[in-house]
């Protein structure tokens, strides 16, 4: 019985997250300049040339890395342990805040000072337009 890993299929690994992005092969090829048969055949290999590699990702908006690494257990796994309650989650390379930092009513108190200030100035204009004549 051999133990040998079995190189990863980076034709696959590019028709999957292509899939996942909910892109067709016509999109692909033609934000690539290259014909949906040859996206056909790139996605039938199991190596693609390093450029092109780079290229796919830049228009999948993914990194070569995640093309070659990519494993539909893993996009499993993330999804199964997302959790929507945690206020502070890291995704991806950045980390988003879904609090609020402020009061949202300081802010409609604040709005409403300036739209009333900004009222008061316009009465004070048309005023001395008025006495000016």
Same mark, same amino acid.
Not at 12 to 35: C, F, P, T, V, Y
Not at 65 to 79: C, D, G, L
Not at 116 to 125: A, P
């Given at each position: 019985?051999?133990?040998? &890993?079995?190189?990863?299929? &980076?034709? #696959?690994?590019?028709? #999957?997250? #292509?899939?996942?992005?909910?892109?067709?092969?016509?999109?692909?090829?033609?934000?690539?300049?290259?014909? %949906? @048969?040859? &996206? $056909?055949?790139?996605?039938?290999?199991?190596?693609?040339? /390093? @450029? #092109?590699?780079?290229?796919?990702?830049?228009?999948?908006?993914? $990194?070569? /890395?995640?093309?070659?690494?990519?494993?539909?257990?893993?996009? !499993?796994?993330?999804? *199964?342990?997302?959790?929507?309650?945690?206020?502070? $989650?890291? !995704?991806?390379?950045?980390?988003?805040? *879904?609090?609020? *930092?402020?009061?949202?009513?300081?802010?409609?108190? /604040?709005?409403?000072?300036?739209? +009333? %200030? $900004? /009222?008061?100035?316009? +009465?004070?204009?048309?005023?001395?337009?008025?006495?000016?004549?």
């Amino acid at each position: 019985m051999s133990t040998a &890993i079995k190189p990863k299929h &980076i034709g #696959r690994n590019i028709s #999957r997250i #292509r899939e996942l992005k909910d892109m067709k092969q016509d999109a692909l090829a033609q934000a690539l300049g290259i014909s %949906q @048969q040859t &996206i $056909s055949a790139i996605e039938n290999s199991e190596t693609v040339e /390093e @450029q #092109r590699l780079i290229e796919i990702a830049k228009v999948l908006g993914v $990194s070569a /890395e995640a093309i070659k690494n990519f494993s539909e257990e893993a996009v !499993f796994t993330f999804f *199964n342990t997302f959790n929507d309650t945690v206020s502070n $989650s890291s !995704f991806g390379q950045g980390t988003y805040n *879904n609090e609020c *930092n402020f009061n949202p009513l300081d802010k409609v108190v /604040e709005l409403y000072e300036r739209l +009333v %200030q $900004s /009222e008061k100035d316009k +009465v004070e204009y048309l005023e001395k337009l008025l006495n000016g004549k």
